[in-house]
T-cell receptor, first 112, second 115 residues
Framework: DAKTTQPNSMESNEEEPVHLPCNHS???????IHWYRQLPSQGPEYVIH???SNVNNRMASLAIAEDRKSSTLILHRATLRDAAVYYC?????????????FGTGTRLKVLA | EPEVTQTPSHQVTQMGQEVILRCVPI?????FYWYRQILGQKVEFLVS????????KSEIFDDQFSVERPDGSNFTLKIRSTKLEDSAMYFC???FGQGSGNIQYFGAGTRLSVL
């Protein structure tokens, strides 16, 4: 699986938007970009995923660069409950592998 | 909203004992997974299971580990003879399919403490 690079940590103020970046310069054409988050003492939680186009759901938006070498997870209004580790994961559906490979992610701290 | 359920939430065992961690995947899902996370470390893939057989496993998943779907609803991970280094959070996950649109949904985990 292609490698992703994320900042170790970020801070945001409550009620403000948060942009969490992910670099994946070696992404292949069939790699989907998945975002998960892990709240303290919880299992990973699906946030959003996409291939080429920007995606929106009730939790977040995913902005994918035109060359697909980077993406940004956008939380439109951070709340204290959004404090978590956010993982950007590439998944090649043609690779024949079922697993997610988690990196160290970005630890998001939300300040009240 | 459907969810993956894991029991127990915390399991304490003595080294050398067998443990069985239990999971109830989302009901219409067909693919099942176990991951683990040692305290302070990354989430690591252990095994995936489909159609009553292992479809992929990591090098962590050695002969001490086994998985089973004993009935239509449960999915279990057995560790035959626990070691201290097996202490970790174990997460079960399930997905309907394996392709791009199929997301793995994770349970809250079982914390295994081996003494």
């Amino acid at each position: 699986d292609a490698k992703t690079t994320q900042p170790n940590s970020m801070e945001s103020n409550e009620e403000e938007p948060v942009h969490l970046p992910c670099n994946h310069s070696t992404i292949s054409g069939t790699d989907y970009i998945h975002w998960y988050r892990q709240l303290p003492s919880q299992g990973p939680e699906y946030v959003i995923h996409g291939l080429t186009s920007n995606v929106n759901n009730r939790m977040a938006s995913l902005a994918i660069a035109e060359d697909r070498k980077s993406s940004t997870l956008i939380l439109h209004r951070a709340t204290l409950r959004d404090a978590a580790v956010y993982y950007c994961i590439l998944r090649d559906v043609n690779s024949g592998t079922y697993k997610y490979i988690f990196g160290t992610g970005t630890r998001l701290k939300v300040l009240a | 909203e459907p969810e993956v359920t894991q029991t127990p939430s915390h399991q304490v065992t003595q080294m050398g004992q067998e443990v069985i961690l239990r999971c109830v995947p989302i009901s219409n899902h067909l693919y099942f997974y176990w991951y683990r996370q040692i305290l302070g470390q990354k989430v690591e893939f252990l095994v995936s299971f489909y159609n009553n057989e292992i479809s992929e496993k990591s090098e962590i998943f050695d002969d001490q580990f086994s998985v089973e779907r004993p009935d239509g609803s449960n999915f279990t991970l057995k560790i035959r003879s626990t070691k201290l280094e097996d202490s970790a959070m174990y997460f079960c996950a399930s997905s309907f399919g394996q392709g791009s649109g199929n997301i793995q949904y994770f349970g809250a985990g079982t914390r295994l403490s081996v003494l």
